[in-house]
């Protein structure tokens, strides 16, 4: 079942990177760079993404957020919009749920705003695999890792590509190393976004990354 599951994982996140990335050639030397996961790209709108989102559509925000599930598989999309209301929110805090059914309702009182959201960041969510496994294919993707730091069967490895940053977020589980969670963050769009790391991760993951990068 972990081995499907695996797969799947793989497939999805890191097949679709590189079927985009055939479909439109980026420049010599960028194969995938500009690719997100997911099924859209980086920049895309709210409603680019929700077009093509993988699985079936749970949860929703306008501007901020849609989760989506495939099976075992959790798909975050996050995006980059500027708005108040969210300033201090916890990310760790459940999402409201909104009934897909009252989807398009709930879209059509929307109040209108200046501006649109852009793709930021994706999370892949997903039953605890080997931290080996899922190093070992992001490695044969990817290569070497930029950056690892686990202690303790616990930490964070590291992909610093050149549109993209990957970070896969290893727990100890049973005194074993093993990963549940696959951060992907838009370098490009980032840049726009002051104290983005407040948004995506909780204190702890913040934690993890200022010891890697000081």
């Known amino acids: 079942m972990k081995k499907t599951v695996?797969?799947?994982i793989l497939f999805c996140s890191f097949g679709i990177l590189f079927a985009q990335a055939a479909e439109d050639p980026p420049a010599e030397g960028e194969a995938g760079a500009a690719a997100a996961p997911g099924g859209?790209?980086?920049?895309?709108?709210f409603d680019e993404v929700r077009e093509v989102a993988r699985?079936?559509?749970?949860?929703y925000r306008k501007n901020h957020?849609?989760?989506?599930?495939?099976?075992?598989i959790t798909?975050?999309?996050g995006f980059f919009f500027e708005d108040p209301e969210m300033l201090?929110?916890?990310?760790?805090a459940e999402p409201e749920e909104?009934?897909?059914a009252d989807a398009a309702e709930d879209a059509a009182v929307e109040e209108p705003r200046s501006g649109e959201a852009q793709y930021l960041y994706g999370i892949t969510a997903f039953p605890y695999l080997a931290m080996e496994d899922v190093k070992k294919k992001i490695i044969e993707k990817y290569g070497e890792p930029t950056a690892e730091s686990v202690v303790r069967n616990s930490g964070v490895i590291i992909w610093d590509l050149e549109a993209t940053q990957i970070t896969a977020w290893i727990d100890a589980y049973e005194n074993k190393p093993y990963c549940r969670k696959i951060v992907y963050v838009s370098k490009e769009i980032s840049r726009q976004l002051k104290d983005y790391n407040?948004?995506?991760f909780n204190r702890k993951e913040i934690d993890t990354l200022n010891r890697i990068n000081p």
């Open 198 to 200: 407040y948004k995506i």
């Open 40 to 45: 859209a790209r980086w920049g895309s709108t």
């Open 88 to 92: 201090g929110v916890d990310p760790e």
């Open 65 to 72: 957020y849609i989760i989506t599930k495939d099976g075992e």
């Open 75 to 77: 798909y975050t999309y």
């Open 6 to 8: 695996l797969t799947a």
């Open 98 to 100: 909104v009934p897909v």
């Open 55 to 59: 699985g079936t559509l749970k949860y």
